[in-house]
């Protein structure tokens, strides 16, 4: 953290960091040029080796850093802002760095939850079944960016996500964040205040039965990761958690050997993209719209085939657009269901035979 500061001989406090009256050490004075003190954040520098709660029990600072002048420098909250949901100031959490808070919590609550002027880490077992947690004073109305406790960081690190080119710094000097990740709801970083290292998103997927897929397997990705390349999957569409980004997909092994999945393929989620060469066609266990030519190849749009008995994907009904897909019912039956949005009947060349063009809904 860098930062300019001047110390003044005494300090008597009044609000903001202070207790109302209450005296901090003489060594010790406000300082408004302290690095990552906004909100209701109060800076310090003291010249001494006394910090400002030597003085002011009702004060809950930051670990002190090295100023440009010899000085240590300070943030300070007042610490009732979290004591009454059972959480109070630990200086013994030393990953905490540069001008964030260590707290110790008994309860579930997080500090933020009672302080909304903090942005915490996740929570981590403290030694006597307390959790513990960094925080960081945050003005959000002056960045995009909002806490994000869905971004997988390191420990006493802090998520975030972020709209357009905002980045948490903007709102905390103090923060020092990773490259950003881009997401489905906006671009992900981790953040620590005064961090010289560099930290990255930590990116994971895993199935996630609560993605709505037609005869495929959803998938929910964080942190920028994709599925494995031995899966198949159409494109992401953004998950519940914020930054995540879902997906359906089938086993390569769908296709025929002359076909492959192919993500250059622009299609509508859930739909895969596979491009075939020669004569190949996907296998008949998926559902696809007509051929696009892609060089001397066809490329296509592709789902599960599911619809109802008597239907079933047919890739010689003629008339349906790009994207669409063909199918043959008889016995009266019509393919749509609730996952596959179907056009008026048309009469088949077979006998007795109704087809249809049918897109995912």
Same mark, same amino acid.
């Given at each position: 953290?860098?930062?300019?500061?001047?110390?003044?001989?005494?300090?008597?406090?009044?609000?903001?960091?202070?207790?109302?009256?209450?005296?901090?050490?003489?060594?010790?004075?406000?300082?408004?040029?302290?690095?990552?003190?906004?909100? $209701?954040?109060?800076?310090?520098?003291?010249?001494? $080796?006394?910090?400002?709660?030597?003085?002011?029990?009702?004060?809950?600072?930051?670990?002190?850093?090295?100023?440009?002048?010899?000085?240590?420098?300070?943030?300070?909250?007042?610490?009732?802002?979290?004591?009454?949901?059972?959480?109070?100031?630990?200086?013994?959490?030393?990953?905490?760095?540069?001008?964030?808070?260590?707290?110790?919590?008994?309860?579930?609550?997080?500090?933020?939850?009672?302080?909304?002027?903090?942005?915490?880490?996740?929570?981590?077992?403290?030694?006597?079944?307390?959790?513990?947690?960094?925080?960081?004073?945050?003005?959000?109305?002056?960045?995009?960016?909002?806490?994000?406790?869905?971004?997988?960081?390191?420990?006493?690190?802090?998520?975030?996500?972020?709209?357009?080119?905002?980045?948490?710094?903007?709102?905390?000097?103090?923060?020092?964040?990773?490259?950003?990740?881009?997401?489905?709801?906006?671009?992900?970083?981790?953040?620590?205040?005064?961090?010289?290292?560099?930290?990255?998103?930590?990116?994971?997927?895993?199935?996630?039965? $609560?993605?709505?897929?037609?005869?495929?397997?959803?998938?929910?990705?964080?942190?920028?990761?994709?599925?494995?390349?031995?899966?198949?999957?159409?494109?992401?569409?953004?998950?519940?958690?914020?930054?995540?980004?879902?997906?359906?997909?089938?086993?390569?092994?769908?296709?025929?050997?002359?076909?492959?999945?192919?993500?250059?393929?622009?299609?509508?989620?859930?739909?895969?993209?596979?491009?075939?060469?020669?004569?190949?066609?996907?296998?008949?266990?998926?559902?696809?719209?007509?051929?696009?030519?892609?060089?001397?190849?066809?490329?296509?749009?592709?789902?599960?085939?599911?619809?109802?008995?008597?239907?079933?994907?047919?890739?010689?009904?003629?008339?349906?657009?790009?994207?669409?897909?063909?199918?043959?019912?008889?016995?009266?039956?019509?393919?749509?269901?609730?996952?596959?949005?179907?056009?008026?009947?048309?009469?088949?060349?077979?006998?007795?035979?109704?087809?249809?063009?049918?897109?995912?809904?």
């Amino acid at each position: 953290m860098t930062a300019m500061s001047g110390c003044t001989a005494s300090a008597t406090v009044d609000g903001g960091g202070g207790g109302g009256g209450t005296t901090v050490p003489t060594t010790c004075g406000r300082d408004s040029s302290v690095a990552g003190c906004v909100g $209701s954040s109060v800076g310090y520098s003291c010249s001494g $080796s006394e910090g400002p709660t030597d003085g002011d029990s009702s004060l809950n600072c930051s670990g002190g850093v090295a100023g440009a002048n010899g000085d240590t420098l300070y943030c300070c909250i007042q610490a009732s802002s979290v004591s009454s949901i059972g959480c109070s100031s630990d200086s013994t959490i030393t990953t905490c760095g540069g001008s964030s808070f260590g707290f110790s919590c008994t309860g579930s609550e997080r500090p933020d939850q009672s302080d909304t002027s903090l942005v915490c880490s996740a929570g981590v077992a403290g030694t006597s079944g307390n959790t513990e947690y960094c925080c960081a004073s945050y003005v959000a109305s002056s960045s995009t960016c909002t806490e994000d406790t869905t971004v997988q960081c390191a420990v006493s690190v802090i998520g975030f996500s972020c709209s357009g080119t905002d980045t948490p710094a903007q709102a905390n000097a103090s923060l020092t964040c990773s490259s950003g990740t881009a997401g489905g709801t906006g671009t992900a970083y981790c953040c620590q205040s005064g961090g010289t290292m560099t930290m990255t998103t930590t990116p994971a997927c895993a199935v996630d039965g $609560s993605v709505s897929c037609s005869g495929s397997t959803g998938y929910t990705c964080t942190g920028g990761a994709t599925p494995d390349a031995t899966r198949s999957c159409g494109a992401s569409t953004p998950g519940a958690a914020s930054g995540s980004l879902s997906y359906c997909c089938n086993p390569n092994s769908t296709t025929t050997s002359a076909c492959t999945a192919d993500t250059g393929v622009t299609c509508t989620a859930p739909s895969t993209g596979y491009t075939c060469t020669g004569t190949a066609t996907p296998d008949p266990s998926l559902s696809c719209g007509s051929g696009t030519a892609n060089g001397s190849a066809q490329s296509y749009c592709c789902n599960a085939a599911t619809t109802t008995a008597g239907c079933m994907a047919d890739s010689t009904v003629t008339g349906c657009v790009a994207g669409s897909d063909g199918y043959s019912c008889t016995g009266g039956m019509s393919p749509e269901t609730s996952t596959l949005l179907c056009g008026s009947g048309m009469a088949s060349t077979t006998s007795g035979v109704t087809d249809y063009c049918c897109t995912p809904n």
